[in-house]
């Protein structure tokens, strides 16, 4: 029987995503929708050297489904990153169209606490990422300062010198066969 070596990098992630998962995992969200919180783990045998060291922390459907993504964890640099739950529901809304994230914020509260806990509890830096700002509205366009010039931005005063020299090159030549 043949066992998979995984570098130091990767058996860090993959400890701590089993950790995770006999603690944190054991903490199911129940709503319409049951979510297990799930930490992940490196798929290969390597994180080259840390570099694809980042864990996402994850809410499972219970049945199946698609997973969402609150939060994420960087064994090499020791920083958590986990989501408010107005960013998770901005995210929801946005992926299901229209949809709410109906697990009730105070539950999903108590996890977040016990994630950050579970983090902080291994010397990792932990912070919470609210929701992005929404775009801001554009600033109504301002008119033009000349009202002639096209679209394309470029003056058309070339083109009016152009078009005045050739009606005077026109009439000196009219004006010298009479």
Known sequence: ????????????AIGLAELFKFTIGKNKL?????YVPELSAPEGEST???????????????????RLVIGSANTVDKHAELRTYAHV???FKQRFKSASFEIEQAKYDKLIDQVRAFFAERGFQV???????????RPAAAAPAVAAVPASGRSPLPLIVGVALMVVVVAVILMAKR
Do not use: R, Y
């Open 89 to 91: 529901g901005q995210i």
């Open 48 to 66: 080259a050297g840390g570099k694809q060291a980042l864990q996402h922390v994850s809410l499972v459907p219970e049945g199946g489904g698609p």
């Open 127 to 137: 912070s919470i990422a609210d929701p992005p700002p929404p775009p801001a509205a």
């Open 30 to 34: 129940e709503g319409p929708v049951n």
């Open 1 to 12: 029987m043949s066992q998979t070596k995984h570098t130091m990098f990767a058996s860090q």
